[in-house]
């Protein structure tokens, strides 16, 4: 792994990918009373449990991947989630060419989409000594 000092900024990796969401319709106090009273994770679980099996464990396992790649990097690179299905997810998809998810934009620059977790930190550990010799 290269230098710390080496760097000047962390690396942006964005994840885009599906997300469990959940309906927001109550208002801002609505929500601090739900907050208060320990009722708003209750909801949110429940509209979660809606969704099929395949995606919660889809989404579970690469939240897991997320952390643990958060661990072997935790100074190096930065990791921004975006939602697949919103305006951004969008956009991203689209100028990026990811035609499957999870879909991982590295440094603005070079993607990778799959579940091949030494493909994606060779690619990291690439734009990481990049970065440390420039």
């Given at each position: ?27 801002k ?58 305006p ?30 030494g ?15 420039a």
């Open positions: 792994m290269p230098n710390e000092k080496a760097f000047a900024k962390a690396l942006r990796v964005e994840v885009v990918s599906k997300m469990l969401g959940v309906q927001t319709e109550e208002c106090n609505c929500r601090l009373i739900f907050e208060e009273v320990g009722l708003k994770s209750k909801f949110h679980n429940q509209e979660i449990n809606q969704y099929p099996d395949d995606i919660k464990e889809e989404v579970l396992r690469l939240s897991d991947w997320i952390r643990d790649l958060a661990r072997r990097y935790p100074v190096h690179v930065e990791f921004k989630i975006i939602d697949a299905m919103t951004l997810g969008v956009y991203k998809t689209l100028r990026h060419r990811i035609r499957k998810f999870p879909g991982f934009i590295i440094g603005k620059q070079k993607t990778y989409s799959g579940w091949d977790t493909a994606l930190e060779a690619i990291i550990d690439e734009h990481l000594q990049n970065l440390s010799l």
